[in-house]
């Protein structure tokens, strides 16, 4: 026998069963009692809300022989044939997949009949906003004037693209999303009905997931049992499944964010795909760990606003108190910017990596909320006692001018002085090569310059002091290092250094063989 997904079994097969949506039920229970019953409707709201199961059911009531306080009674031979899908009185179209004027004409051709048995003839159009523009108009004579045996409900998630002629011939009924309690308790019943063990905690966490969509939460709910099938279905393993993480993990990556820890940021994404974690999902997660923390932080909302147990709330309101609420309004805009970017995105571990160095080093950039999350950090840093370097102060006007600073002579083997040569020759394509296997390497390392170093080595002098915590970070000195081997056919050991001041070039000279003989001349002692 066939699986029946838990969405489709659940579905709500009277009015009473439907959930979250009162105001609605009430309204169109009360038409069907009163016989006051519209040609046309229009339901409207986001997906998983109820507005295609409310149109079967209420396509039921109306031609249900014997209805029950405006419910249909499920028995009579019209209620089972439309369950079924056999009556030719209750029609559902796609309006994504037939969108032409022609399939509108040949509703325009059917409606002139009568249906041979049952009351009304109900025409269910869902994804209405679909429809070209010659359909739309074609269908406007018949929604102004239809046969007093045809309903129309036409069901979107975009009633902003369907043409004002249209609206002002329906009913409009705007379905809510569902709030989190409706869909816990709905959850609750669910697992109860199939004998379903189930923490509260996991299934408010799949509650708060679904987004006040109702099927999407029951789908949820089915992913979650057919993994963990015949277990209790914990909170963590319902984390594993959907590739979430939970607030003691956003609670570390904010810290190391505060604590402007490049590597341990990097290192933290490098453990989330580890462990198989979608970053577009943790993305969207975060950005609502920061606006419950920015709520904390701005207002005395209480847990239960929030959907936090207490004890989260309350290392979360510790956090929110170490920070600003401009400096959570920078981080929340940085990653609603990298969200939009990672929909389409094919390597979306790069876009990440780069959002998380513009956080954790705001002189990246230029706009004031950067400006004003520096100066913050600076006064933090010296109300805690942590010095802080500063700017070296400009000479004063009439100080004597200083000599400029005569450039370092640095005498070199001739071959070493030949892989000096084709290394700084090579450095640009070579930094390339770097960037093609990793990104993060490869930007860290634009700008830099080789220099020689002891016996044969090499420095990698960096001018700036961001580039040079990245490619610490990214480990991109042992990546240039083997790429300069494949270039030069050994290995040169490379060392990184940071040079915060402006120095001249050095000036190398070449050692001849005939340096390197004087120096290794026998030595006579003379009294």
Not at 42 to 60: D, N, P, S
Not at 390 to 401: D, I, L, V
Request: charged share 25%; with cysteine; net charge negative.
């Amino acid at each position: 026998m066939s699986y029946t997904a838990l969405y489709r079994k659940w579905r709500p097969a009277s009015f009473s069963d439907v959930k979250g949506q009162d105001a609605i039920v009430t309204t169109l229970k009360n038409q069907l009692k009163s016989g006051r019953i519209g040609h046309a409707y229009l339901f409207c709201g986001t997906r998983g809300t109820g507005k295609t199961t409310v149109a079967k059911i209420f396509a039921r009531s109306v031609n249900c022989e014997s209805p029950r306080d405006g419910d249909p009674c499920g028995q009579c031979a019209a209620c089972r044939a439309i369950e079924s899908g056999a009556s030719m009185n209750v029609v559902e179209i796609d309006a994504a997949s037939n969108n032409g004027v022609d399939n509108i004409r040949e509703i325009r051709e059917e409606v002139q009949y009568s249906p041979a048995e049952g009351k009304y003839r109900v025409y269910i159009i869902d994804e209405v906003h679909m429809l070209s523009t010659g359909a739309f108009n074609a269908l406007l004579k018949t929604l102004e004037e239809p046969p007093s045996y045809v309903i129309f409900i036409l069901a979107t998630t975009e009633p902003h693209k369907i043409p004002v002629t249209v609206l002002s011939r329906c009913q409009r009924y705007d379905f809510k999303r569902m709030t989190v309690d409706v869909l816990l308790s709905r959850l609750k019943e669910l697992a109860a009905g199939e004998g379903i063990e189930a923490e509260e905690k996991a299934l408010l966490y799949i509650a708060k997931k679904a987004d006040g969509a109702m099927r999407d939460a029951i789908s949820l709910l089915d992913q979650c049992v057919a993994f963990h099938m015949g277990e209790t279905l914990t909170y963590d393993k319902v984390l594993s499944v959907l590739g979430a993480v939970d607030n003691e993990r956003f609670g570390a990556f904010y810290r190391a964010i505060q604590e402007e820890d490049t590597a341990g940021l990097l290192s933290q994404v490098d453990q989330l795909i580890m462990d198989g974690r979608e970053l577009s999902q943790f993305v969207q997660d975060f950005i609502w760990y920061l606006r419950d923390l920015l709520l904390l932080l701005t207002s005395p909302v209480s847990s239960d606003i929030l959907d936090l147990t207490e004890e989260d709330a309350q290392v979360m309101r510790e956090a929110a108190e170490q920070t600003t609420a401009p400096a959570l309004m920078r981080l929340i805009r940085i990653f609603s910017e990298l969200y939009n970017q990672m929909r389409g995105a094919v390597n979306k571990r790069v876009l990440l990596e780069i959002a998380i160095i513009r956080l954790a080093e705001p002189e990246m950039e230029e706009n004031l909320e950067s400006v004003e999350e520096r100066i913050r950090r600076l006064e933090a840093k010296m109300a805690a006692g942590i010095p802080v370097q500063t700017a070296p102060a400009a000479p004063q006007a009439a100080a004597a001018p200083q000599a400029a600073s005569e450039p370092e002579v640095i005498r070199l083997p001739a071959a070493e002085y030949e892989d000096l040569q084709q290394a700084s020759e090579l450095w640009g394509e070579l930094v390339g090569r770097v960037a093609a296997s990793d990104y993060l390497a490869g930007k860290s390392l634009r700008g830099t310059k080789p220099r020689p170093h002891g016996e044969g080595g090499m420095q990698v002098v960096f001018y700036d002091a961001t580039s040079f915590r990245l490619a610490g970070a990214s480990g991109a000195i042992k990546t240039m290092e083997d790429v300069l081997a494949e270039q030069l056919g050994k290995t040169i050991a490379l060392e990184g250094i940071l040079q915060r001041e402006p120095a001249p070039e050095p000036v190398y000279e070449v050692i001849t063989d005939d340096d390197l003989a004087a120096f290794h001349m026998d030595v006579e002692e003379v009294d």
